[in-house]
């Protein structure tokens, strides 16, 4: 058995945020954050759980992909196209 403490491991990182959240009043903050939460859980339905950490960042999230790095540009292009037409801003990171 190999002992991967000695290994370097790559991991890329979605950011997404909502612009304009902290404009908007408390009920639409909580509607826009429902719908978020629906199309973030949908982009991220192809990604093994196991492979992903999601960080709730209040306007937006932080995932991180142990997996290979295009399951992030994967997620950030159906964040992108998502259906119900929600803003988003996003930048990934390797």
Do not use: W
């Amino acid at each position: 058995m190999v002992d991967s403490s000695s290994h370097t491991l790559v991991c890329s990182v979605l950011f997404v945020d909502i612009p304009e959240y902290s404009k908007c009043t408390v009920a639409e903050q909580l509607q826009l954050k429902r719908v978020f939460n629906r199309v973030m859980a949908h982009a991220l339905e192809p990604v093994v759980e196991n492979d992903r950490i999601l960080l709730d960042t209040g306007d937006g999230a932080a995932a991180t992909f142990l997996g290979p790095p295009e399951d992030a540009m994967f997620a950030a292009l159906a964040l992108r196209e998502n259906q119900d037409h929600l803003p988003l801003r996003m930048g990934i990171n390797l």
